[in-house]
């Protein structure tokens, strides 16, 4: 079997970007979301757990689980502090994408993570595929989907690289507004991957 090309699927908050990995499951493509990986991790894992624990406090489990309003209260509030969750957690997700990678038996695999970019996960990958909306668009899914406010919203948003910057540092852009069709964005993709 040729080399087996890992493709990023990354996009700020609110894009899309799990919608875009769930059409690539149904046509039969690996997908390794980064964000769910992390969370089973932070419950799962008794040595990050006690890594989180050592630096951010025992307040931050409840039961073995994630407080994960207290979470974004500390680390959306404060840039040191989510540099130092994300330099915490990290390394475990890429250890995690590593062994994951060596059980697929697919020519594309795709990982989905929000912060590849920030993360520097980008360098472990062949392509980078950016999913886009506009921001009124991204607002109301978050709203919808998270029951956040607006501000809680560009909270988050402020902490991420700028939408325009993901997408310049992308080898493709898919647009996800509701006009596109997603399907037709993939097969073209897809067939420049192959």
Known sequence: ???????????????????????????????????????????????????????????????????????ASIIFSNDDLLKKFNSIVHPYVF??????????????????AAILFESNAVKDLDSIICVTASKDVRIKRIISRDNKTVDEIEKIMSKQIDQQEKERLSDYVIKNDGDTSILLQLDKILADLK
């Open 1 to 71: 079997m040729s080399e087996m090309k890992k493709i990023g699927i990354t996009g700020g908050i609110g894009v899309g970007k799990s919608y875009v990995s769930n059409i690539l499951r149904k046509m039969n493509y690996p997908v390794y979301n980064s964000d769910v990986t992390a969370k089973e991790l932070l419950e799962n894992d008794p040595n990050l757990m006690s890594l989180i624990k050592n630096n951010f406090g025992d307040k931050i489990y409840s039961d073995n689980k994630i407080n994960k309003a207290l979470v």
């Open 95 to 112: 250890e995690n994408f590593k062994k994951w990678c060596e059980n697929q038996q697919s020519e594309i695999i795709f990982k989905e």
